[in-house]
């Protein structure tokens, strides 16, 4: 079983991005586990000093991390940024060696939202984290009302959903390969 935390940019009830990771949960193929991470809010704000003896939650977070195969990312853009909340959680696993070289599938849920994603791929990057190119498409539900079940019965979303999630089954099952 392949296990896909799914983390989601916006805290928002009805978020385009955590619908969109929702409906990677009910899609997921067999033998594949996507978990959508819910704990941002409850993240203290990053501190340099309790970074290698932090709360709670920040060990649960690095802990379904760690036993993760992959990543799913999908975030909104603020003012041509990455959203506060989400870079607060990001920074809790910077100093994470543990976390390896994790492959990601970085998911864009809005085509003119390309400051965040650029910085999004860089900022994983530098964790030295696996962005996978070709696991990272447009998926247009940013701003149009769509819930999971409407984004997981629609082909034209489903569809380069399961193929984003296909290839980043592959690219760890490439890691993992001797
Ligand atoms: C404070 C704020 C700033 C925003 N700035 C941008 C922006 O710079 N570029 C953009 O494309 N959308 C921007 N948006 C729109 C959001 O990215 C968009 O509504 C997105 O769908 C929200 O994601 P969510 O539905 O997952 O919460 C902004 C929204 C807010 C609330």
């Known amino acids: 079983m392949k296990t896909l ?3 989601s940019g ?4 009805d978020s385009a991005n955590t619908a969109l ?5 009910a899609l997921a193929p067999p033998g594949v586990r996507v978990v959508v991470y819910e704990g941002t809010p409850m993240l203290p704000f990053f501190n340099p000093d309790i970074e290698a003896d932090p709360p709670s939650a920040v060990r649960e977070l ?3 991390l760690s036993a993760a195969d992959g990543v799913i990312v999908a975030s909104p ?3 041509h940024g990455v959203p506060g909340a989400f870079k607060n959680m990001l920074d809790w696993l910077v100093g994470c060696a543990e976390l390896g ?3 990601v599938a970085l998911i864009n849920t809005s085509a003119r939202a390309v400051h965040a994603q650029a910085a999004l791929a860089e900022i994983l990057t ?6 996978i190119a070709a696991a990272s498409p447009v998926i247009a539900v940013a701003n149009r009302g769509f819930d999971q079940a409407h984004i997981a019965a629609d082909p034209a979303l489903a569809g380069p959903l399961l193929m984003a ?3 980043l089954v592959q690219a760890d099952a490439d890691i993992d390969a001797p």
Request: charged share 25%.
């Open 5 to 7: 935390i799914a983390l």
């Open 10 to 13: 916006s805290l928002r009830r």
């Open 21 to 25: 990771l929702r409906a990677a949960l």
């Open 62 to 64: 690095r802990a379904l």
């Open 77 to 79: 853009e603020y003012a």
């Open 101 to 103: 070289s994790k492959p």
């Open 126 to 131: 530098t964790m030295g984290w696996r962005v």
């Open 165 to 167: 999630i296909g290839v």
